[in-house]
């Protein structure tokens, strides 16, 4: 039962980052003047984390992402028998935000007109940043990501104070990446809205998919394995 309750804590708290951030750049971000724009939707995804962490993060430890459960494996802080039953609670998460977040956009007269805050490079990033343009910046962040997450949560770190720091970390990501690959950092994040987007007609993200799998699990591990060998080695 216990572990149930971690696995749901992950569903529940994916499923609010990507409702919350996806949705915060699907209704809000271009609403006419008064659109919370880049900003906005940076502060949102890490308002998630922020609110998430505090709720569950006691039971689940409050990954909320794939990348970052990798991650913590391989700075030597989870089990790797608790990794795919993780990564599982996560994608579901995130495909049961992405069909809610669908249903309130098809909701707006008009009808659906697409676009659910998909990931992507090329011709699919917002700014049309290249391959290896958008590699860089998930590959690093994702890393830094994990640098700040295992050093909040260190155990010499002020307590209590975690989760501003992850959340805040997440807000900066953002600042930095939307234009490029409108941020990933989380393969889970990625695959709802791809999925949902797939489902109903609009396959492209689809065919990119496998990037923002493949980036931020690089970054994760490389992030983990710098903490830990690297910047706080155990004594």
């Known amino acids: 039962m216990k572990d149930m309750n971690k696995l749901l ?56 992402n794939p990348a970052v459960t990798l991650g913590l494996w391989a700075g030597g802080r989870f089990e790797s028998k608790n990794v795919l039953p993780y990564w599982a609670a996560q994608v579901v998460g995130g495909v049961l935000a992405a069909m809610a977040l669908y249903l309130v956009a098809s909701g707006k007269a008009g009808g659906y007109t697409g676009g659910l805050a998909t990931n ?18 998930e590959v690093l962040l994702t890393a830094f990501f994990l640098i700040v997450i ?53 396959g492209d993200a689809m065919g990119q998919l496998w990037f923002f799998w493949v980036m931020p699990l690089i970054g994760g591990v490389l992030g983990g394995m710098v903490y830990r060998h690297v910047i706080a080695p155990a004594d």
């Open 9 to 64: 804590a992950e569903c529940f708290g994916t499923f609010w980052l990507v409702f919350g951030g996806c949705g915060s750049a699907v209704l809000a971000a271009g609403y006419p003047a008064l659109g919370i724009g880049f900003a906005g939707v940076a502060l949102a995804f890490g308002l998630t984390v922020v609110t998430m962490a505090y709720a569950v993060g006691h039971v689940s430890g409050g990954h909320f």
């Open 120 to 137: 992507g490079y090329g011709a699919l990033s917002p700014d049309h940043y290249s391959m290896a343009a958008g590699a860089i910046i």
């Open 150 to 202: 295992m050093g909040a949560t260190d155990g010499r770190a002020p307590a209590g104070f975690a989760p501003l720091a992850i959340g805040l970390c997440l807000t900066l990501i953002h600042l930095i990446s939307i234009p490029v690959t409108n941020t990933s950092v989380n393969p889970a994040r990625s695959f709802g809205p791809a999925f949902v987007e797939w489902l109903v007609g609009n």
